[in-house]
Antibody, heavy 121, light 109 residues
Framework: EVQLVESGGGLVQPGRSLRLSCTASGFTFGDYAMSWVRQAPGKGLEWVGF??????????EYAASVKGRFTISRDDSKSIAYLQMNSLKTEDTAVYYC????????????WGQGTLVTVSS | SYVLTQPPSVSVAPGKTARITCGGN??????VHWYQQKPGQAPVLVIY???DRPSGIPERFSGSNSGNTATLTISRVEAGDEADYYC????????????FGTGTKVTVL
């Protein structure tokens, strides 16, 4: 059974940093691209970014709204994807979901349960 | 950037058919994926590549895509289908490579 479990969310002040983790199981993690999607309270879904598998260079792409502030990385030996969020803004407040993508640019096959990030002073 | 427009809400009686549209410029030339999100839960993929169903998704869910509109159809609607539904495409020219629709709340009367 595929499982994606996010952790690391919480309350953080504007301008500070936070790192989210996504621990995967039930599939060959290294073969998949991993993506992050967020959802502000009461709002729709917004793609944040993704990291390709090592077979495709392990490179990253980001939404314009987070480019230069957020960084996605992966540790295939531990089956973990990370989302490093710097210079956080109040508008980054959202539930952050980790998702798997079997082959870019296809659909988000599996989703974690999400972790809430609240940016507030 | 590429915009996907969905009706905010659709209401349907049990046993009837719900149709949720997703409008976008020449969306028929793109692959459309659909997600179901129930309150307090993560989204679930229900249709991929316009009309394919992942394993475990009932045959009542189907999709089509042509011209400027993609459609998710839910046949023989059940109370458990009440949820928000989002369409999604890939658009490499957009500032958001993955673009989601605005979402549609399906209410079962």
């Amino acid at each position: 059974e595929v499982q994606l479990v996010e952790s690391g969310g919480g309350l953080v002040q504007p301008g500070r940093s936070l790192r989210l983790s996504c621990t995967a199981s039930g599939f060959t993690f290294g073969d998949y691209a991993m993506s992050w999607v967020r959802q502000a309270p009461g709002k729709g879904l917004e793609w944040v970014g993704f990291i390709r598998s090592k077979a495709y260079g392990g490179t990253t792409e980001y939404a314009a709204s987070v480019k230069g502030r957020f960084t996605i990385s992966r540790d295939d030996s531990k089956s973990i994807a990370y989302l490093q969020m710097n210079s956080l803004k109040t508008e980054d407040t959202a539930v952050y979901y980790c998702t798997s993508v079997q082959l870019l640019p296809s659909s988000f096959d599996y989703w974690g349960q999400g972790t809430l990030v609240t940016v507030s002073s | 950037s590429y915009v996907l427009t969905q009706p905010p809400s659709v209401s349907v009686a049990p046993g009837k058919t719900a149709r949720i549209t997703c409008g976008g410029n020449n969306i028929g030339s793109k692959s459309v994926h659909w997600y179901q999100q129930k309150p307090g839960q993560a989204p679930v993929l229900v249709i991929y590549y316009d009309s394919d169903r992942p394993s475990g998704i009932p045959e009542r869910f189907s999709g089509s895509n042509s011209g400027n509109t993609a459609t998710l159809t839910i046949s023989r609607v059940e109370a458990g289908d009440e949820a928000d539904y989002y369409c999604q495409v890939w658009d490499s020219s957009s500032d958001h490579n993955y673009v989601f629709g605005t979402g549609t709340k399906v209410t079962v009367l």
